[in-house]
């Protein structure tokens, strides 16, 4: 049964459990904030296990001036989406997988965290409370963000005394407005504290912001997005601002390894395996830059990316380009981890799960 929370319309009907979303415009979504009806909110105190979340109507939420996220950067996240499929059920894609990570990440960070069934139970609450902003196949996906911060008040550098574990989500479409991307190789700045022993292979919220400086340059020089090397020598690739990559070479597909300094991405880990199924050769490990800009085919992935193709890389004043188009195995890939997602194609690894 819904929350009761949920069953508070003036009619008496049950909000955000409706079919009805006759009034929303789906074409043309972009990857921007459409606020929905309902998140979940769950608190513990330090040293505590989460225990009862709640669906609560979405909007702002109140924190201590003091609150460990707001002044440390104690926080994380993950990004997962649900999905219509043609017959009307809802799928989720391996939620399991970010609840894993995010459990990682929270140790990482001295964060207790959501257990993996109270992150997918939580999960699925959330999507039933905003059913109504689940787009049609094809237009769209319902984007979550779970996050999991330090709510508690605290003057000085430590863990926060109190945390809070937040759902809320949009509906989404593309991440990038104009298909294949051009990206261009960032050499002065790395990817926040990304190093040997630093935090690139958990999803802190303190990865983020630092590329900022990097991207609005690229983008005001009409680049899509920026590619990350490596802090240790500066010849590897490693991801972009909220990407893995691929890169393609007579048929062998290459990626960096998860060696701590890039985020292992779930979407990454299914295509590897969707490309050995077909029975590619993939080697995960370093890649340098000359060796990127010789490919035939580059890609990226990510939750919120999905599979897109890059056009051209740029390293310095050198500009290499790549297959693009229906041809390429990156639209091969896209379309099978996208056909199991919407229920298309066989989840022969049960990778789905029915909301
Ligand atoms: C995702 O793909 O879900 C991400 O978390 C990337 C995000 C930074 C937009």
């Known amino acids: 049964a819904p929350p009761s929370i949920l069953r508070d319309n003036e009619d008496g009907s049950e909000s955000g459990l409706g079919e ?11 990857f921007s904030l459409t606020p929905t009806d309902y998140m979940h909110v769950m608190k513990c105190s330090e040293g ?36 219509r499929t043609e017959d009307g059920r809802i799928l989720l894609f391996r939620p399991e997988e970010n609840a894993l990570r995010m459990k990682i990440g929270a140790e990482r960070l001295c964060m207790p965290s959501p257990s993996v069934e109270q992150f997918v139970d939580a999960v699925k609450k959330t999507v039933l409370a905003n059913k109504r902003w689940i787009p049609p196949t094809g237009k769209g996906t319902l984007y979550l963000r779970p996050l999991l911060m330090g709510t508690g008040a605290a003057l000085g550098v430590a863990p926060s005394p109190e945390y809070t574990f937040l759902i809320y989500c949009s509906p989404v479409g593309n991440y990038h407005a104009d298909g294949a991307l051009n990206l261009k190789v960032e050499d002065k700045f790395y990817r926040s504290i990304a190093g040997n022993g630093g935090t690139g292979g958990i999803k802190s919220v303190t990865n983020y912001a630092p590329v900022y400086t990097s991207t609005t340059e690229a983008k005001a020089n009409g680049f899509s997005d920026v590619l990350f090397l490596d802090s240790a020598t500066g010849k590897n690739i490693e991801e972009a601002t909220a990407c893995n990559v691929f890169v393609v070479k007579e048929n062998v ?17 299914t295509i590897i395996d969707i490309a050995k199924d077909l029975g590619y050769k993939v080697v995960e490990g370093s890649i340098s830059v000359e060796e990127m800009m010789n490919a035939d085919e580059v890609f990226c992935t990510g939750t919120a990316v999905v599979v897109t193709s890059v056009a051209s890389v740029t390293y310095k004043d050198i500009r290499a380009e790549y297959k693009t188009g229906a041809k390429t195995l990156s639209e091969k890939l896209r379309g099978i981890l996208v056909g199991i997602q919407t229920g298309r194609v066989e989840d022969k690894k049960s990778w789905t799960v029915q909301v």
């Open 20 to 30: 009805s979303h006759g009034d929303m415009n789906w074409e043309g979504l972009g």
């Open 48 to 83: 505590e296990k989460f225990s009862q979340g709640s669906i609560v109507r979405y909007g702002n939420i109140e924190i201590s001036p003091a609150a460990g996220i707001l002044n440390y950067g104690q926080g994380i996240f993950e990004g997962l989406k649900a999905y």
């Open 253 to 269: 597909i290459f990626t960096p390894a998860i060696d701590g300094t890039i985020l292992p991405g779930i979407t990454r880990k």
